[in-house]
């Protein structure tokens, strides 16, 4: 009788079913009862296993292939949303020193104003003082701080 070599013990994959210690039992269904055809297929441990025909995949899985190219370090979406904080902070910037520059328009406007109200008071006091061609005054010292002061 000739030996076959023996092998190795088979490690299942995570998540594959084993192979039960005790028989299987359970309910046999015979072939004259079968619904479709049996198929043998690879299992878990190297061993063939039976399933009906129309339980198989009709074609393989075609898998798309995975586009390796190199993503942007910063999300492009959180890059749109920092730049419009970005704008919203120089627009603000922008109209305060807008504002600033039409504050001292307003200062200047309203100090120009008082020039013009005082240049229109000298006017009308020079229209309305009397009109004097010349004027003489005296100013008499006498002894012990008296004064005589005479404006003709």
Not at 53 to 73: F, G, K, N, S, V
Not at 92 to 111: D, N, P
Request: glycine letters at 10%; charged letters at 10%.
């Amino acid at each position: 009788m000739e030996h076959l070599p023996t092998t190795p013990a088979v490690q299942p994959l995570p998540g594959w079913p084993t192979v039960p210690a005790a028989p299987v039992t359970g309910d046999v269904q015979l072939y004259s009862e079968q619904s479709g055809t049996v198929v043998y297929v690879p299992g878990p441990e190297g061993r063939m296993v039976a399933v009906l025909r129309e339980h198989l995949p009709t074609a393989p899985a075609i898998y798309q292939p995975r586009d390796l190219t190199p993503q942007p370090l910063i999300d492009p979406r959180a890059q749109r949303i920092a730049a419009g904080g970005v704008l919203a902070g120089g627009v603000g910037f922008g109209a305060s020193q807008l504002l600033i520059g039409a504050g001292q328009v307003v200062s200047a406007f309203a100090g120009l104003g008082s020039v013009v109200m005082w240049a229109a008071i000298a006017v009308v006091a020079s229209r309305l003082a009397p009109a004097r061609t010349a004027v003489h005054v005296t100013n008499t010292a006498r002894w012990f701080g008296r004064t005589t002061t005479h404006i003709r």
